[in-house]
């Protein structure tokens, strides 16, 4: 069983060694919104799903990455003018401002599609329909939170932060063929727990709406409905229990 | 054998019946994009490729709808203000000018992946696979037009409008399980003439550096070699002789 900083390694070293399609100038852009580090949480979850139910992480690798390159895919889009406006991203420039808009625009593109060119990877298209959801899903998210036009804040972060966190847990599972039984639970209240926790840190979404006393109460309900949901499952979860931990006390 | 036109409303009706998937608001911007008109070559074209091989249109219209949701996906992202900035198209205003930037992006996005869920409703990768290495052959040729760091025009109409046109022809081929043959040479001409026709309408592009006259004996050569392609192909390929004719003389 490989800790999380193993598994995080085994990320990093995969995203270092794609080789995204184009022109020189575009695969540059492309990179430079790669390697601005982050946390690498997605796919890592999705490599530890794979080990609690035996999977070799090789074989989860292009799936887990797959996850990471549409999550670029959408900073490198949400950070754009017209969207949130971001200068910065992790302490660098974000890529709209380190090289210019269009390429910003066409490099996030371009993300998406290589995000596709690895679920493809496998030999059936089960991976990549169940990103091609999850990516819909997440873009419809942030179209409410551009427009301001959500009715409730839990149904667009379940949209905009749930769905992708749902799908590095599913496409773990489509990978290995495993019954997905209460796998789903747990994707969905991690996702939510991350979002909790997300607002607390940066005080604004949830907190702005009910106040950190009561996200931290809301938080800490989907770490243990997240604990519940792995609790049921017949596999090693003693990583993913960890993951689930450290996302809720989690300080940057 | 189904006419052209017959192909076009086989085009159009699966494109009205299409349903989005996100909320109201960015479906609206996803239906404006799509319902803009335009030609509807690549796809129909994809089922005249389909009919010649002897496949059944229908089979063939998931992949030919897929194709044209990239070329729209591409066409909302290029006429972006931060890279082409057209705030007309067909007529109409463009879906930027229309709704506003930050729904133009999104509205990109969810095209891309809508032509995506399309391709992934097949069977087999086969189809997506062959959509994703095209889309981002035509990015990597957006990019180099938007930077005008192209070293040659025919290179860089190759990758920005000849790889959505083989892969009309592409994704044809891998619904029907035929194998290639002459048929990448004519779906490579046919874009070819696409591309130099476009430019002696618009007086732009090939009309600039080698004048009307040689883009003219440029467009009808691409023409014969298509047809010297399909000529060499065991299939029943009038309707497709057709569509090389109308694009040779299109005025529009």
Redesign the interface.
């Known amino acids: 069983m490989r800790s999380v900083d193993e598994l995080r390694e085994l990320v990093e070293g995969a995203l270092a060694e794609l080789t995204p399609?184009?022109?020189p100038?575009?695969v540059e852009a492309v990179r430079y919104a790669l390697d601005g580090g982050g946390k690498r949480i997605r796919p890592v979850l999705c490599l530890a799903v794979g080990e609690a139910t035996g999977a070799d992480p090789e074989e989860v690798l292009p799936a887990a990455c797959a996850v990471e390159l549409v999550h670029t895919?959408s900073l490198v889009?949400d950070d754009?003018p017209?969207?949130d406006d971001d200068d910065t991203r992790r302490g660098r420039p974000s890529t709209w401002a380190q090289f210019?808009?269009?390429?910003a625009?066409?490099a996030?593109?371009?993300l998406?599609?290589?995000a596709?060119?690895l679920a493809?990877s496998?030999?059936?298209?089960a991976v990549?329909?169940e990103l091609?959801?999850a990516?819909?899903?997440m873009?419809?998210g942030?179209?409410?939170d551009?427009?301001a036009?959500a009715d409730d804040l839990v149904a667009l972060n379940r949209l905009k932060t749930g769905r992708l966190f749902e799908a590095s847990v599913a496409v773990a599972l489509e990978v290995c063929g495993s019954e997905p039984r209460t796998w789903p639970a747990f994707g969905r209240e991690l996702g939510a727990l991350f979002q909790f926790v997300d607002d607390l840190l940066d005080g604004d979404g949830h907190v702005l709406v009910h106040g950190e006393e009561e996200t931290r109460r809301q938080a800490d309900e989907a770490a243990e409905r997240a604990l519940a949901a792995l609790a049921e499952l017949n596999a090693d979860t003693s990583v993913l229990r960890g993951i689930v931990e450290s996302l809720a006390t989690r300080t940057a």
Chains 1, 2 share one sequence.
Do not use: M
């Not at 210019?100 to 390429?103: I, K, L």
């Open positions: 399609a184009g022109p100038g575009l895919f889009h754009l017209a969207l210019d808009e269009s390429v625009v066409l996030g593109d371009a998406l599609v290589e596709f060119r493809l496998y030999a059936t298209p990549a329909r091609a959801d990516t819909l899903g873009i419809g942030q179209y409410l551009v427009t036009s």
